[in-house]
């Protein structure tokens, strides 16, 4: 595909790269083919379980060990990353999710809450520490974006996606509140993408993930987004072509979200 250096000179950090399904993944390699410079960060269990060395190699990127819910790790992530990078940042990719209750399978009337409290911990408190640490820090350059990606559950119901899809939507305020804050200090933007259901290691931790992808892909015009069509969307978000784009939680699904039903769901049933 066709490279337009979008992102000449820019710089950045992306959080929860872990494998090549990862949407985070993708991105990071369409970042560097634009001309975007960055680090790559995730926990330490998941960089221990992950292959990101891998991507760092391909893509020239230090990765800084960090767990996104301890702010002194962010603390430390920031400053080096302005270190190595020789400067202030202009993007943000925060694409991290987690929910205990998922993975080991509890109903959603059968919730451990404090497993509950650490699926909004990780999933859309996070968001929130990496942006006020990088507000106190002074680490974001002015026409900065930051991007965290959603899900359409955070305004319905989805069977099995439990606990998350509180998650989602707490992440989708934070991104309006501090969106506002954010663009009065220093005109950068923050907004959410509302991805399609894609085959990432926390996609497929979701119970039936196969057959929703199966449905959402016949529900949606344009089929379901891929992982590397989200990586050009977020090139986009963090380019200067969407400068006035701010607070937005933006539906990045092939048209799922407008479709009522489509002749494909009808003939199934």
Same mark, same amino acid.
């Given at each position: 595909?066709?490279?337009?250096?979008?992102?000449?000179?820019?710089? &950045?950090?992306?959080?929860? #790269?872990?494998?090549?399904?990862?949407?985070?993944?993708?991105?990071?390699? !369409?970042?560097?083919?634009?001309?975007? %410079?960055?680090?790559?960060?995730? #926990?330490?269990?998941?960089?221990?379980?992950?292959?990101?060395?891998?991507?760092?190699?391909?893509?020239?990127?230090?990765?800084?060990?960090?767990?996104?819910?301890?702010?002194?790790?962010?603390?430390?992530?920031?400053?080096? %990353?302005?270190?190595?990078?020789?400067? !202030?940042?202009?993007?943000?990719?925060?694409?991290?999710?987690?929910?205990?209750?998922?993975?080991?399978?509890?109903?959603?009337?059968?919730?451990?809450?404090?497993?509950?409290? !650490?699926?909004?911990?990780?999933?859309?408190?996070?968001?929130?520490?990496?942006?006020?640490?990088?507000?106190?820090?002074?680490?974001?350059?002015?026409? &900065?974006?930051?991007?965290?990606?959603?899900?359409? @559950?955070?305004?319905?119901?989805?069977?099995?996606?439990?606990?998350?899809?509180? #998650?989602?939507?707490?992440?989708?305020?934070? #991104?309006?509140?501090?969106?506002?804050?954010?663009?009065?200090?220093?005109?950068?933007?923050?907004?959410?993408? @509302?991805?399609?259901?894609?085959?990432?290691?926390?996609?497929?931790?979701?119970?039936?993930?196969? !057959?929703?992808?199966?449905?959402?892909?016949?529900?949606?015009?344009?089929?379901?987004? @891929?992982?590397?069509?989200?990586?050009?969307?977020?090139?986009?978000?963090?380019?200067?072509?969407?400068?006035?784009?701010?607070?937005?939680?933006?539906?990045?699904?092939? &048209?799922?979200?407008?479709? &009522?039903?489509?002749?494909?769901?009808?003939?199934?049933?």
């Amino acid at each position: 595909m066709k490279t337009y250096d979008l992102l000449r000179g820019k710089r &950045g950090i992306v959080f929860g #790269a872990l494998d090549q399904h990862s949407i985070a993944w993708q991105a990071a390699k !369409k970042i560097k083919e634009e001309g975007g %410079s960055f680090t790559l960060t995730n #926990a330490p269990m998941a960089l221990r379980m992950g292959e990101i060395h891998r991507l760092a190699e391909s893509c020239q990127a230090s990765v800084i060990p960090a767990d996104v819910t301890v702010v002194n790790d962010l603390e430390k992530l920031f400053e080096e %990353s302005m270190t190595i990078l020789g400067g !202030k940042l202009d993007f943000i990719l925060h694409s991290v999710g987690m929910s205990p209750n998922v993975r080991k399978n509890r109903s959603y009337g059968d919730l451990n809450y404090d497993w509950f409290l !650490k699926t909004l911990d990780i999933s859309a408190l996070s968001f929130h520490k990496v942006m006020q640490t990088a507000e106190k820090l002074n680490a974001m350059n002015e026409w &900065g974006s930051i991007l965290a990606l959603s899900y359409i @559950s955070a305004q319905r119901t989805f069977p099995d996606y439990s606990d998350m899809t509180q #998650a989602k939507a707490m992440l989708e305020s934070i #991104a309006r509140s501090y969106g506002h804050r954010l663009g009065k200090q220093k005109n950068v933007r923050v907004n959410t993408i @509302s991805q399609s259901p894609t085959y990432t290691k926390a996609g497929n931790g979701v119970p039936g993930f196969d !057959k929703f992808y199966d449905y959402a892909h016949k529900m949606s015009p344009l089929g379901n987004a @891929s992982a590397t069509d989200c990586a050009d969307y977020i090139v986009l978000m963090f380019s200067d072509l969407s400068r006035m784009v701010t607070m937005q939680n933006l539906m990045h699904d092939g &048209g799922f979200s407008s479709s &009522g039903i489509t002749e494909e769901i009808i003939e199934l049933l």
